[in-house]
């Protein structure tokens, strides 16, 4: 099993575990949002086991492999660099950063053998089939 985590409880957050559910080889087992009681929230009421308030502590659960990134548009950088940096996976929602000096900073720090990175509009499923084929 795969196993992943969403940062962003609203509502884009939501619909990226539907379709990583459809995915049968996938377990979503942690969400992150700014405000822990809503992430606790929403975590309960989409039985994912894990509710974080801080990307720095949902980036050392133990197993993750996967990191769904469904923040603000402004974020989008920032946490895919804090992502990269913990060695971990991305799929970020679009746009995956706001400037082209970010895309060159974000595609430099993703060249690693070890990493693979995604944004929407890329679909689930081809990122998976790729991931699977390595």
Not at 16 to 31: C, I, T, Y
Request: hydrophobic share 50%; net charge neutral.
């Amino acid at each position: 099993m795969i196993q992943v985590a969403i940062i962003g409880a609203g509502f884009i957050g939501p619909a990226h575990l539907e379709a990583l559910r459809r995915l049968g080889d996938v377990e979503v087992v942690a969400l992150c949002d700014s405000c822990l009681e809503a992430a606790q929230r929403k975590a309960q009421a989409l039985n994912i086991a894990h509710a974080y308030d801080s990307v720095e502590a949902l980036l050392a659960h133990p197993g993750l492999q996967v990191v769904h990134n469904c923040t603000p548009n402004h974020l989008h950088a920032q946490i895919n660099r804090q992502i990269l940096a913990a060695g971990l996976h991305i799929f970020s929602e679009k746009p995956l950063c706001m400037t082209a000096e970010e895309a060159r900073e974000l595609v430099a720090l993703a060249a690693g053998p070890a990493w693979c990175m995604a944004s929407a509009s890329s679909t689930a499923s081809s990122l998976w089939s790729s991931r699977r084929r390595r």
